[in-house]
């Protein structure tokens, strides 16, 4: 579908219109219910007995004295456990044959690798109790030299686990002409050469994890709640690693409070829950707490980046060239050796760049698993790029945005071979440019940013871009298996009216915030000409879904919508030869319109299509060989990424006293091909900003030298509020994606990918006139307060 | 985040209070708003065998015009001292301050007794009431007694209270213009990495935030002051002979220079207001 019919559709119905959340009145009243809510009778608590070591040997668990405290069932230690799991804890994601991965149990047997690695769990009667007892529960351990700081872990310095030959996880290179790249930098006019490092972050996720088990009487089978992004792929995996038959799980997430990728996972608490629910027969639960959170649930980025421009002396880039150093944790979860591959292929960004060079290297450290986490190797690709672009401007004393235009893409390239190996599917970048400038007003900054340089102001200011292309839409199954990930990327929808015209749409992805029963509403109701409040949205279930590959990478909308709307074309096909049958018509000659199949040029005959969904239910008189009830169902494979873009600019104020640096104004032009509901996006570019900001100003997993978290609550840990945002200016362009017949592209990540580097460059900007060329990430006011140097002029009076 | 267990106890009034805390001062705790309180005993830093809440003793929150200065009751809470009349006309650098603290949440919870009595170098009040070189009003088993705010706060999270004391009233002159409130920090929700509160109408007094163990006195500050210094002249001498903490947040060296850069700015601004 182009985009010209998906206006003319939306202005007949509501696709394309702002339509309120229909999730939100549940959300916003308290009604909406998340694992902790449920009130399941005769549970047992979990608590988890974590190392707070980084790295130490397990001497002993004695858990005798839990065992004797009030309300406790058992206290269990690794090798209690051992004979629970058919396998280790999984890792879909081998990015090369030779990837060391050492082996994960749910609990520690006689090493533990990271601070909240777990080492025994205790069931009791309540959480208080639970955690009573885990306090009591005495373990002997013998601490062993710790890998902490990546580099240093790369070096070898010390080993994350003692058996390990090194803490090498995996080589992994993409460089399609190793001489082109040689070449380049050899003719070269320009070059740069920039290291960053990309700190690690903690998701934060406004719900900690939570995990409910309940078997079911008589045999049944085992009902698994749990805060999850990935119902799907966790019965899969829950039955793979307990032996628990995977027809006999049903794992349900409910209101699931955000993930932002940390609930794309499969963790220890969760396989330990249903394999004590099994062993106990009884129901078992767990609720994380946010101290807990922040060392039991993976963490994101963590990466020291190495990348270098060759430029020609008009500033067109001719080569990028890349080494990664990939910080694991400790171990590897689900995803994680291939968060840094998602963005291998984006190094060299929205830009024509003929020669390419990446070469990434993951390795373990004795800190907790990092994973996927909102945009998922993609913010670190556009971080990278962007930041030595700006680099590069100021190397050839020329602005920002003149260099980017002419590097881009241009928006006659499209369908464009990238040198990475991917085709793009369709993008005008320097439209999306165009537009952020124009919204920001940038000629008027540059030259209040010149005027305050001039007064000798002690607050500067600060302008930067960042022009960003990515990847979503995860994924064609075909290019899944060329880079070893052991799943597809398809989606499968069901679209069913039941016999009063009322529709059900049944889809394996899996919200948790996202807005997804409004977006599948509208989409359904619109090719059925029906209302959205009539179109119910059954989700999150592997009862009700029994397949699906659940919500990551940006896919819901541009793989689960296509397959939903596929569904709902071939429910209308049908309805269509039942209407054709009853109207005496060819099928040729109806219209549907408003939900009724009109006969064309002779408008008083007609059906509507909840009559025809009563008639095909009560199946008294179908045409030859038709099955009874309008039901339909798809399954979309991709056949390509989409590729979302845009500009963003950020608008900084820097005390030069205090080095306090304050976002002052935010312009956002983002493509995300044809929308359904703009409100949504503009929803979701709003907190992708705002997490994207939180990284370049504010957040930061600190470890110290022993390997001890230090920002374990939300008052060391510093998530931003509202109060540090200003308002966000929004525009966007329309370039249709072509690889779907939806035409859309994905909007989950766009924001997380484009404010860092567009935050950061604002501050490096408004202090280049001083020499500043780089700020490390969170930019605290006292790491500017030190790039500027300890003898900034003190001026009296300003304030 | 599940506190050890503990006895709860509510006090209907400061004699039931007092009467529970002489039983077993050493491991009884009053509850005022709960919100220091509270998370050391969910971190279990803090375990008190009993919890005294005192936080429905009536009488005891009010702001008062008491002639040659205000009297404000122990349990007043942030939020009510922010937007008192009384407050705002003669001590308004309080009720500024008060306006700072936290986050909403925090400001309709906390209370100014318990600010002061936990003894924060962190929180801003303390800073308040010393550079207004408040009184503080404390009942316990020996009879009541007022202790002056320049020897109240004793060190990390030590005050002059006694354990089987209660703070009631707190009493602070009535200044009514040349104050300044400077609060340094990284989100508007948090505590100060630095913070300067200043006076200037009468003797001058800036007391800093974050800047030792306890809420302290830029002396060097006063003293050039005295001496009839200029703003940045005196500002610059903020920190002498005080050891401020590195944290997570900042460290020793940039917080000694924040404070130069804070209290000039507070001198500046306070000199202004006092026109
Ligand atoms: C998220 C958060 C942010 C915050 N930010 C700030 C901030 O920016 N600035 C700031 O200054 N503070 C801040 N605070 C602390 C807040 O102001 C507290 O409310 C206040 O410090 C303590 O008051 P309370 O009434 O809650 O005391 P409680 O927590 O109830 O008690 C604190 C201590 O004082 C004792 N106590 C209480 N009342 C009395 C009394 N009348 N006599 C004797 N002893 C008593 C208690 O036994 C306890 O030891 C923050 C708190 C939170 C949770």
């Known amino acids: ?799 | 985040m599940i506190p050890a267990s503990f006895e709860y106890r509510r006090a209907g009034s400061v004699e039931d209070a007092l009467g529970w805390l002489a039983e077993d001062p050493d491991s009884t705790k009053l509850l005022a708003g709960g919100h220091s309180l509270l998370p050391l005993m969910k971190l279990r830093l803090a375990t008190p065998g009993v919890l005294v809440d005192v936080g429905r003793v009536p009488g005891l929150s009010y702001v008062r015009d008491a002639g040659d200065h205000v009297a404000i009751g122990a349990l007043t809470r942030h939020r009510d001292l922010e937007i008192s009349e009384v407050a705002r006309a003669s001590v308004p650098l309080l009720a500024h301050v008060a306006g700072q603290v936290g986050d909403p949440q925090v400001r309709h919870r906390g209370t100014i007794g318990g600010s002061l009595a936990h003894g924060d170098p962190a929180s801003d009040l303390p800073a308040a009431v010393l550079a207004l070189d408040a009184t503080m009003v404390a009942d316990g088993p020996r009879g009541r007694r007022e202790i002056a705010a320049s020897d109240f706060f004793r060190g990390f999270l030590e005050t002059a209270l006694e354990p089987d004391e209660m703070l009631t009233e707190i009493r602070v002159r009535k200044a009514p213009s040349g104050w300044a409130f400077q609060k340094f920090n990284r989100r508007a929700q948090d505590w100060a990495i630095v913070g300067v509160a200043a006076v200037l109408d009468g003797e001058p007094r800036v007391a800093l935030v974050n800047m030792g163990s306890t809420t302290v006195r830029a002396r060097g500050t006063e003293e050039a002051l005295a001496a009839g210094a200029e703003a940045a002249d005196a500002a610059a001498r903020a920190a002498e002979g005080l050891e401020p903490p590195s944290d997570l947040h900042a460290s020793a060296e940039y917080r000694r220079h924040l404070a130069t850069v804070l209290v000039r700015r507070a001198l500046v601004e306070a000199a202004a207001a006092r026109g």
């Open chain 1, 1 to 799: 579908m182009s985009a010209a019919v998906l206006e003319e559709h939306g202005a007949a119905g509501v696709v394309g219109t702002r339509m309120l959340r229909r999730e939100d009145p549940a959300l916003l009243s308290g009604e909406a219910r998340f694992v902790h809510d449920l009130v399941v009778p005769g549970a047992l608590h979990m608590a988890v007995v974590r190392s707070p070591y980084a790295h130490a040997r397990i001497t002993s668990v004695d858990v005798s004295a839990a065992l004797g405290m009030p309300g406790v069932v058992a206290a269990l230690t690794g090798a209690d456990l051992a004979a629970e799991w058919a396998s280790a804890m999984p890792c879909a994601w081998p990015v090369t044959a030779d990837m060391q991965s050492p082996k994960h149990l749910p609990v520690a047997v006689d090493e533990a690798c990271y601070t909240g690695d777990a080492v025994a769990v205790v069931l009791a009667g309540s959480q208080a109790e639970a955690q009573d007892a885990a306090a009591a529960v005495a373990v002997g351990y013998e601490e062993l030299p710790a890998a902490v700081d990546l580099e240093d872990a790369a070096r070898d310095d010390a080993l994350a686990h003692v058996d390990a030959p090194s803490n090498r996880a995996y080589t992994w290179e993409l460089v399609p002409d190793p001489d082109a790249v040689r070449r380049a930098f050899d003719e070269a006019a320009v070059t740069v050469k920039e290291r960053y490092r990309q700190q690690r972050l903690i998701p934060a996720a406004m719900e900690p994890r939570g995990v409910c088990v309940v078997p079911q009487p008589f045999g049944g089978e085992f009902v698994v709640y749990s805060s999850t992004q990935i119902p799907h792929i966790l019965r899969t995996m829950l039955g793979l690693t307990t032996g628990v038959p995977e027809d006999r799980i049903r794992v349900i997430a409910p209101s699931v409070g955000g993930g932002f990728g940390s609930k794309l996972d499969v963790y220890a608490e969760e396989l330990l829950c249903l394999a004590l629910a099994r062993r106990l027969r009884r129901p078992v639960r767990w609720s994380e707490e946010r101290s807990e959170a922040a060392q039991a649930t993976i963490h994101g980025r963590g990466q020291v980046q190495e990348i270098e421009l060759a430029a020609d002396a008009d500033g067109r880039v001719q080569a990028v060239r890349v080494h990664l150093l990939a910080d694991m944790g400790a171990y590897l979860q689900l995803v994680t050796p291939g968060v840094p591959i998602l963005g291998a292929f984006l190094y060299h960004g929205t830009y024509d760049v003929p020669a390419y060079s990446f070469t990434c290297t993951g390795v373990f450290t004795n800190k907790t698993p990092t994973d996927a986490y909102r945009g998922a190797g993609r913010p670190e690709a556009t971080y990278a790029i962007e930041r030595a672009m700006d680099a590069l401007a100021r190397k050839l004393g020329m602005d920002p945005a003149e260099l980017r235009r002419r590097n881009y893409i241009g928006a006659d390239r499209f369908p464009y071979s990238s040198v990475a190996g991917l085709v793009f599917d369709s993008g005008d970048y320097e439209a999306a440019l165009d537009k952020a400038l124009e919204l920001v007003g940038y000629d008027a900054l540059r030259h209040e940013q010149a005027q305050r340089r001039s007064d000798g102001a002690t607050k500067l200011l600060g302008v930067g871009l960042s022009s960003y292309v990515e990847m979503c839409g995860l994924a064609p199954s075909r290019v899944l298996a060329s880079l070893h990930y052991v799943a597809g990327g398809w989606e499968t929808a069901t679209v069913r009216m039941l016999p009063t015209g009322k529709v059900q749409v049944v889809t394996g992805a899996t919200p948790h915030g996202q807005g997804h029963v409004t977006s599948w509403s509208m989409i359904v109701a619109d090719k059925l000409g029906v209302l959205p409040d009539d179109v119910e949205v059954l989700h999150s279930d592997t009862g009700l879904s029994p397949l699906g590959l659940d919500t990551y990478g940006s896919r819901s909308l541009s793989v689960g919508g296509t397959a939903i709307a596929l569904a709902a074309d071939r429910l209308v096909d049908k309805a269509r030869l039942l209407a054709a049958h009853r109207l005496e018509a060819a099928p040729e000659d109806l219209e549907l319109s408003d939900g009724q199949f009109v006969v064309r040029g002779s408008p008083s005959t007609s059906i509507g299509i909840g009559t025809l969904a009563f008639e095909a239910f009560t199946a008294h008189d179908l045409p030859e060989g038709m099955e009874p009830n309008l039901e339909a169902s798809a399954t979309y494979d991709p056949t390509n990424f989409t590729f979302p873009f845009g500009t963003h600019v950020a608008v900084v104020e820097v005390d030069t006293e205090t080095g306090r640096v304050d976002l002052v104004r935010y312009v956002g032009v983002d493509d995300c091909g044809n929308q359904i509901n703009p409100l949504i996006v503009d929803g979701q570019v709003h907190g992708g900003i705002a997490q994207g900001v939180a990284q370049a100003l504010y957040e930061e997993a600190s470890y110290d030298e022993r390997g001890n978290l230090l920002t374990t609550t939300l008052a060391d840990y510093l998530v931003p509020a509202a109060s540090e945002l200003p308002s966000f200016t929004l525009g966007r362009t329309v370039t249709p994606s072509p690889s779907n017949p939806l035409g859309v592209k994905g909007v989950g990540e766009a924001g997380t990918i484009a404010s860092t580097p567009a935050v950061v460059n604002a501050v490096v900007d408004a202090l280049s006139h001083l020499g500043v060329e780089d700020l490390e990430m969170p930019v605290t006011p006292e790491r500017v307060w030190r790039s500027i140097g300890a003898s900034a002029p003190v001026q009296g009076g300003a304030r």
